[in-house]
């Protein structure tokens, strides 16, 4: 959540601007008023089996136990936070939360999808919720035996995913009558790339679904014609030796480094699966189309903080890349058990706050919120394949503004350039 993105930013900062932060770090703990703190799991036990974060410490989650109607329900949401693709930017990942267990808090807040409230979370309050945290840096897709003693970096991911669904398992989300893997963000794509493995978690008379908010990812040209994600998630694959957990269905016929672009491989998953993505994506706006190193002399740097700042040419190139999205959306194939929300918003990952998953203000498309399309699809009310008008349309729309010292932060500290992509903030 961008909570824990700022939070990461002002400690990074705070021994040059002084002990005034830690009253700004509190003030925006305050911020947090719609969620409930929610305590730290490690699966300690996952180490022997290999199942580790980058640094070798052990897998962790946040659990809030159901109850009522709820106890054997179960949602489990995958964190997201960008990636790793090769051992420099592995080596930078490792020394924070997402690369080791040990940088992280140990409570988190729950809201939007994770809430208690009925009010704020009318279908899963009362489930099982489960956020998982991310440390790996390929999407729980990573599996190589050997550790360089140089370096000791762990690329375990696809380890990871197995042991801590095998702890939840324990805990009793075999017994699960009803069971969601979601995900935002790199979580988001981890929700889609695992929907199948977690579906096979469980008995036949299970209904299981997936969610992925913000994790359809599409392979697109940057503003200077290169293709610099293909080729940095072919170096995150390849780096992970991530290949093996990747659908056969797809490496069969394209290479590894492809498959993990939802567009080539989404349509083999067999297991109802539910895409909340805004087609202008901020993410994919600011690291996929116009990245750092595809603008060396800034001119996409004020659009990227606030789309109402963007040119009219700027907005001609964004609703081109609306155009790609959609047509890369067409990789999901044609499908009652399939269900899409995709708005007209600058925004990235909706379920997680509060105020873009249900609230009075909240982005509706059809006018429906994004938890009343999600719930009714889940429990079969009713369908809900959704794409929204071109931008400006849609006035309920949350669009993110970003602060412009902190963005100038982020770069220094999440380069976009290719040669050296740090692990980039899911938030961001």
């Known amino acids: 959540m ?12 705070a021994a040059r601007m002084g002990q005034w932060l830690n009253l700004l770090v509190c003030a925006l703990i ?78 988190v807040a729950f809201s939007g999808m994770l809430s208690n409230k009925q009010k704020f979370n009318p279908d899963f309050y009362n489930w099982n919720r489960i956020k998982v945290r991310y440390c790996d840096g390929a999407s729980f897709t990573g599996d190589v035996e050997a550790v360089n003693p140089a370096n000791n970096l762990h690329f375990r991911g696809a380890r990871v995913f197995q042991a801590v669904m095998e702890d939840l398992m324990a805990k009793g989300m075999k017994n699960a009558q009803n069971a969601v893997l979601s995900g935002c963000s790199a979580g988001g794509l981890t929700s ?73 491989m989404a349509r083999q998953i067999t297991t109802p699966l539910f895409i909340i993505n805004a087609a202008y994506d901020s993410w994919q706006i600011k690291n996929i189309l116009a990245p750092g190193v595809a603008d060396p002399h800034g001119t996409w740097h004020s659009c990227k903080l606030d789309i109402n700042n963007c040119s009219p040419t700027q ?25 899409m929300f995709i708005d007209a918003c600058y925004a990235h990952c909706q379920t997680e706050m509060q105020e873009t998953w249900l609230r009075t203000d909240s982005p509706v498309l059809g006018k429906m919120s994004i938890a009343k399309a999600v719930g009714d699809w889940y429990y079969d009310r009713s369908p809900f394949q959704k794409i929204d008008c071109a931008y400006p349309c849609n006035p309920t729309c949350h669009n993110r503004v970003f602060d412009s010292n902190l963005f100038k932060i982020y770069k220094i500290k999440y380069s976009t350039n290719f040669h050296n992509f740090k692990s980039i903030l899911h938030n961001q």
């Open 30 to 107: 305050l911020l947090k008023a719609d969620g409930f703190n929610v305590g730290i799991t490690y699966v300690e036990n996952a180490v022997v089996k290999g199942a580790v974060c980058l640094d070798g410490s052990p897998p962790a989650y946040h659990f809030d136990k159901g109850f009522g109607a709820g106890i054997n329900n179960w949602l489990v949401h995958i964190e997201g936070g960008g990636w790793c693709n090769n051992v420099t930017t592995c080596l930078e990942r490792k020394k924070t939360r997402l690369g080791s267990s040990k940088q992280m808090v140990k409570v």
């Open 192 to 264: 889609i790339l695992h929907c199948d493995n977690f579906r096979a978690l469980f008995p036949v008379g299970t209904k299981v679904k997936c969610f992925a908010d913000a994790g359809y990812f599409i392979n697109a040209k940057d503003v200077s014609g290169a293709s610099h994600i293909e080729q940095f998630y072919a170096q995150v694959v390849a780096t992970h030796g991530s290949a093996k957990h990747l659908p056969a269905s797809c490496t069969s016929r394209l290479s590894p480094g492809l498959c993990f672009f939802p567009q080539y």
């Open 2 to 13: 961008f909570i824990i993105f700022f939070l990461d930013i002002l400690r990074m900062v």
């Open 315 to 339: 907005l001609q190139t964004m609703q081109s890349f609306r155009t790609q999205f959609l047509n890369a959306l067409a990789g999901l194939g044609i499908s009652s058990s399939r269900g």
